[in-house]
């Protein structure tokens, strides 16, 4: 892999990490129903580079939004395998949402304008 190649998947990896937790309240914010791993995951296919390909990775994402509180969980038996953990977001969550989209909003409208030339 080139250096041009690997400092373009470091800056990836680097936005994905800042960003999976807001996309996954967002996933699950539009949900009308509680949501298990792999259903989460399916929704974030069209979202390249949300979590490269790495369904793992959202588990630990999911159990911190859940610790701080922001999604709540429950198990649920599975007639095809092992139970299921379906996650829901809640209360504080889709309050934490709204500031994140905000913040995200501001700094993308920043970045942008500095792209675009607007800073001087």
Excluded at 18 to 27: D, F, I, M, R
Excluded at 37 to 52: N, T
């Amino acid at each position: 892999m080139d250096d041009s190649a690997s400092q373009l998947k470091k800056f990836q990896k680097e936005l994905s990490s800042g960003t999976v937790s807001l996309v996954l309240l967002g996933v699950l914010a539009q949900s009308r129903q509680p949501l298990y791993g792999y259903q989460i995951a399916k929704r974030l296919e069209g979202a390249e580079g949300v979590l490269a390909g790495k369904q793992s990775a959202l588990y630990p994402v999911l159990r911190n939004l859940e610790g701080a509180g922001l999604l709540a969980s429950e198990v649920e038996p599975s007639v095809s395998g092992p139970p299921r953990r379906y996650y829901r977001i809640t209360k504080p969550g889709r309050e934490v949402l709204r500031e994140w989209v905000a913040a995200w909003n501001a700094t993308r409208d920043a970045v942008d304008n500095v792209l675009q030339g607007g800073v001087s």
